[in-house]
């Protein structure tokens, strides 16, 4: 079957970095992505990597290691907006055609 | 506002009732989809839309029945509920189903059946 993995929650205090990681377990992965959700609100977009490496966009970096099955979202400089779930989302391609599969989140705290 | 817009965005219904969800895109998107997000669950994907043509059913039962007219429109039409099926239905759309990246997601109708 395809899983994802990653932690429920994570807490940081403002100003420092935090690392969320994503574990995948599908055939025919295509990318990674992730999303932001704050309380009340709708996922929105945050990065998609297809390669291996890091792709940095301002405060966040997200990472994919494909031999790893592996991913993580870098936020840097936190700040108390910052606090929201997290998901990664594995693109995959089968003969079915593609499909998106969502992890279950992770509750980012930022504390002051 | 990310160009996906929906309607209504609370609706309390009973088991009997017949609703509909509707969505709008305007972002000249051609991929449009429903998820329902249940608390402590991942996002499950209900239906894909690609060129106003269904492209994905992940099992969902009959009681959720959706209609695309054009690329930018997207409606879910619901009856029969049961209470289980209470839960925040997010609409998306993306540039394209295939390939990777970006869906916009519009800002959810909370379901509550009664």
């Known amino acids: 079957g395809q899983s994802l993995e990653q932690p429920s929650e994570v807490t940081a205090v403002e100003g420092a970095i935090v690392q969320i990681n994503c574990t995948y377990q599908t055939s025919g992965f295509y990318g990674l992505s992730w999303y932001q959700q704050h309380d009340g609100g709708a996922p929105t977009f945050l990065s998609y990597n297809a390669l291996d490496g890091l792709e940095e966009t301002g405060r966040f970096s997200s990472f994919l290691s494909r031999s790893d099955s592996y991913g993580y979202l870098l936020l840097q400089e936190l700040q108390m907006k910052d606090s929201a779930s997290y998901f990664c989302a594995v693109r995959v391609l089968n003969t079915g055609g593609f499909k998106t599969i969502f992890g279950a989140g992770t509750r980012l705290f930022v504390k002051a | 506002e990310t160009g996906v817009t929906q309607t209504p965005r609370h609706l309390v219904m009973g088991m009997t009732n017949k609703k509909s969800l509707k969505c709008e895109q305007h972002l000249g998107h051609n991929a449009m989809y429903w998820y329902k997000q249940s608390a402590k669950k991942p996002l499950e994907l209900m239906f894909v839309?690609?060129?106003?043509?269904?492209?994905e059913n992940n099992s969902v039962p009959s009681r959720f029945s959706p209609e695309c007219p054009n690329s930018s429109h997207l409606f879910l039409h619901l009856h029969t509920l049961q209470p289980e099926d209470s839960a925040l239905y997010l609409c998306?759309?993306?540039?394209?189903?295939?390939?990777?990246?970006?869906?916009?997601f519009g800002p959810g109708t909370r379901l509550t059946v009664t």
């Open positions: 998306a759309s993306s540039q394209g189903a295939s390939g990777g990246g970006e869906q916009y």
């Open positions: 839309y690609n060129f106003k043509e269904q492209t």
